[in-house]
């Protein structure tokens, strides 16, 4: 393991870009609004760009709009130590999820350049598009095209809200870039990244080496019943979706909740035709359900279904449950999560092994190349909130743990 180098990580220098990043799309509870693909995301993508090439770093594009930026090697033809993360948010998003482990990346270069230190095997920066999954569908969606099992026509077709589709709003912005710039050859990929719960600040604990990625699974709950006027429907004639939809809810949280270590979310929920006199015909929901073990995952949704199957017939309902997104559990590659283990030890970073609850692009990194992750500390646990919170110390500690893995895994190239 390599000792600390005169490679630096320089905390101000990397907290204000962090502040700097977080006036893109900042919204007035003190977060971020940067939904992937909006002029948001456009902005925040040229504001990286900009760093990317002030830190001497080549930049391309590929057909997702992923972006990367390369830093030669001593030897070009190795495959490159890749690293970074993500710039898009959820719409109630917070300062640190994926800006940190894009930042902290571009740190690290310019520490790296600081100290005039050439590494052997070639850098590259990474911001993958539209790891949220907030406004096209699913998350991780560009490097599931790279990496995973999603068609690029797909993603490419997925639509927002307001009907948009993906590739129509990659043109838009201006980041559509070609097949050939895809991430093709990685001999590991890190990833820096907040927490989100409140396994480290509870533990008192600096670092978390990640282990792995916990298993997702999301569907589409359809609810439907009948409309019917709000006033002379008798209230025992009724079929109303929102009723049984709100029973259903509360029985697939009892029933998920028994399985240890499963995570149940029903975190959208739309009424039709959601209006003030009208007996509500039919809901749709989103089930977002979690857990590192897989055979818990399936369990789970087997109870789903049963919950699903007992609420139709109680409630003379018709009930419709449709997996729309899978990603299993995936565990990191054990090498590399030695050498981040080993960078937390030789900083005297107190550290610890955890799975990520949430999802991240580095699992499907980490379905084609050695992968792994480093954890920081969420204040509170809270992410996916305006109130999201990293201290700078926090954000130091993970670019030098990052700084140290990158360059033990890159090698310094002592020949210069
Ligand atoms: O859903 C997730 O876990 C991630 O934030 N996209
Ligand atoms: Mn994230
Ligand atoms: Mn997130």
Sequence with gaps: MLTPLPARIDADRLWSRLMTMAEVGKTTGGGVCRLALTDEDRAARDLLAEWFGAAGLSVRVDDLGNMYGRRAGADPDAP??????????????????????????????????????????????????????????????????LF???????????????????????????????????????????????????????????????????????????????????GPTPMAERRDALVAAARLVLLLRDAAGALGTVRLTVGRLDVLPNTVNVVPGAVEMTLDIRSRRDDDLEAALRAADRVCGDVASADDVTVRRAEFWRSPATPFAGRVIAIVAG???????????????????????????????????????????????????????????????VLTLAELDRTA
């Design 148 to 230: 995973g099992p999603l068609p690029l026509e797909a993603a490419y077709a997925a639509r927002d809200a307001s009907g948009r589709t993906f590739g129509e709003e990659l043109d838009r912005i201006g980041y559509r870039g070609s097949a050939a710039n895809r991430l093709a050859r990685c001999a590991a990929y890190l990833e820096l990244h907040v927490e989100q719960g409140p396994v480290l600040e509870r533990a008192g604990t600096q670092i978390g080496v990640v282990e792995g990625v916990e298993g997702i699974s999301w569907s589409r709950v359809q609810i439907l019943g009948r409309a019917a006027h709000a």
């Design 343 to 405: 960078a937390a030890a030789g900083r005297g970073y107190t550290a610890a092994r955890l799975w990520a609850g949430a999802g991240h692009d580095a699992k499907y990194v980490a379905d084609r190349f050695p992968a792994g992750m480093i954890f920081v500390p969420s204040a509170g646990g809270l992410s996916h909130n305006e109130e999201e919170w990293t201290s700078p110390e926090d954000c130091a500690r993970g670019a030098a743990v990052l700084l140290d893995t």
């Design 80 to 145: 490159p130590v890749v690293f970074g993360s993500h710039l898009d948010t959820v719409p109630t998003g917070g300062r640190f999820d994926g800006a940190l482990g894009v930042l902290g990346a571009v740190e690290v270069v310019h520490a790296l350049n600081d100290a005039g230190c050439r590494t052997r095997a070639p850098l590259e920066v990474v911001n993958w598009t539209n790891e949220e999954g907030a406004r096209f569908q699913p998350a991780m969606l560009a490097s599931g095209v």
